[in-house]
């Protein structure tokens, strides 16, 4: 029975992406699909998509993040899980995550990865500092899942409009666990460290202005929906933070950026369209579940 699709997006890497793939190939059995998704700038050199893999090309003005919903939305298994270019597993690399999923009621389970040359281990995002954007190194309670390496729930990720096709891998993350957390859903961290790739794969962008902005804008948009739990720092609190920031030359971009995004209110409907859009999907869903079991109960009591 197939349990769970493996979607990894092609970006700009052949060695990257083959060295992911044949790693999952080397560990894959009947319970996994793999999915590489392109925005028809892979020519499949090895004719992987003859048995091994499926292929998916997403139309060539894609974004990254509308390339995923659409792997997303193509995979047949209950469970999906990405993973980026230069990713790598050992054997069985899925079943932690996979079971505490099935078994518990959680919507997200994240897999712990493992940093190429060095000791470290990236958990997640850390909960506490979001709309932010700061790794975890730690495991604990507060650990948020980073999009790569994470096993979702295709039917909660399909509900709550998948990723923000207006944001890139990182913001897209960011905004997600944000979301989630406003819908009350519930995501987890698995111990085994099955899963390891370079810093950078892991990390994504160096945390900078871009970086800092991004994470204003996503932070404006939610602080203007009531009950998304997200309050924005007035200006001059944000403006202070950016003074105390000078002093340390590799977090005054990012305060920078920071103060530039939350000004920046161009997310702000595309946010509470979502929310607004996830809720009663979310609501729709449990209805028709609700309904469901009382059908089943009737069906039982009249055998």
Same mark, same amino acid.
């Given at each position: 029975?197939?349990?769970?699709?493996?979607?990894? +997006?092609?970006?700009?890497?052949?060695?990257?992406?083959?060295?992911?793939?044949?790693?999952?190939?080397?560990?894959?059995?009947?319970?996994?699909? #793999? $999915?590489?998704? %392109?925005?028809?700038?892979?020519? &499949?050199?090895?004719?992987?998509?003859?048995?091994?893999?499926?292929? =998916?090309?997403?139309? !060539?003005?894609?974004?990254?993040?509308?390339?995923?919903? $659409?792997?997303?939305?193509? /995979?047949?298994? +209950?469970?999906? *899980? =990405? $993973? @980026?270019?230069?990713?790598?597993?050992?054997?069985?690399?899925?079943?932690?995550?996979?079971?505490?999923? !099935?078994?518990?009621?959680?919507?997200?389970?994240?897999?712990?990865?493992?940093?190429?040359?060095?000791?470290?281990?990236?958990?997640?995002?850390?909960?506490?500092?979001? +709309?932010?954007?700061?790794?975890?190194?730690?495991?604990?309670?507060?650990? /948020?899942?980073?999009?790569?390496?994470? #096993?979702?729930?295709?039917?909660? @990720?399909?509900?709550?409009?998948?990723?923000?096709?207006? $944001?890139?891998?990182?913001?897209?993350?960011?905004?997600?666990? @944000?979301?989630? &957390?406003?819908?009350?859903?519930?995501?987890?961290?698995?111990?085994?460290?099955?899963?390891?790739?370079? %810093?950078?794969?892991?990390?994504?962008?160096? #945390?900078?202005? !871009?970086?800092?902005?991004?994470?204003? *804008? =996503?932070?404006?948009?939610?602080?203007?929906?009531?009950?998304?739990?997200?309050?924005?720092?007035?200006?001059?609190?944000?403006?202070?933070?950016?003074?105390?920031?000078?002093?340390?030359?590799?977090?005054?971009?990012?305060?920078?950026?920071?103060?530039?995004? =939350?000004?920046?209110?161009?997310?702000?409907?595309?946010?509470?369209?979502?929310?607004?859009? /996830? /809720?009663?999907?979310?609501?729709?869903?449990?209805?028709?579940?609700?309904? *469901?079991?009382?059908?089943?109960?009737?069906?039982?009591?009249?055998?």
């Amino acid at each position: 029975m197939l349990r769970l699709s493996i979607i990894v +997006p092609f970006l700009d890497d052949h060695a990257k992406l083959e060295s992911t793939l044949l790693s999952l190939l080397e560990n894959r059995n009947s319970e996994l699909e #793999i $999915l590489v998704v %392109h925005n028809g700038n892979y020519d &499949d050199p090895y004719q992987l998509g003859d048995d091994e893999v499926v292929l =998916i090309q997403a139309p !060539e003005a894609y974004s990254h993040t509308e390339s995923l919903n $659409l792997a997303v939305a193509a /995979a047949t298994a +209950p469970a999906v *899980q =990405i $993973l @980026l270019p230069g990713m790598r597993v050992q054997q069985d690399w899925y079943l932690p995550s996979l079971r505490k999923l !099935e078994r518990e009621d959680w919507d997200a389970v994240a897999s712990p990865c493992a940093v190429e040359q060095s000791s470290q281990v990236v958990y997640g995002l850390d909960r506490a500092a979001l +709309p932010h954007r700061r790794l975890a190194s730690k495991m604990s309670n507060h650990v /948020a899942p980073l999009l790569a390496g994470t #096993i979702f729930r295709k039917k909660i @990720l399909r509900l709550v409009g998948g990723l923000c096709p207006q $944001l890139g891998r990182e913001g897209a993350e960011v905004e997600l666990q @944000l979301l989630m &957390d406003a819908m009350d859903l519930r995501s987890s961290i698995a111990s085994d460290v099955l899963i390891q790739a370079p %810093h950078r794969v892991v990390a994504g962008l160096d #945390i900078g202005y !871009e970086m800092g902005k991004t994470c204003g *804008q =996503i932070a404006c948009a939610y602080g203007a929906v009531e009950g998304s739990g997200v309050e924005v720092d007035s200006l001059a609190k944000q403006l202070g933070h950016l003074a105390g920031g000078l002093m340390n030359p590799k977090s005054v971009a990012e305060r920078l950026g920071w103060v530039m995004g =939350i000004r920046d209110r161009s997310l702000e409907n595309t946010i509470r369209e979502r929310l607004v859009q /996830a /809720a009663d999907r979310l609501d729709e869903a449990a209805e028709v579940e609700r309904l *469901q079991t009382v059908d089943a109960q009737k069906t039982r009591r009249a055998a």
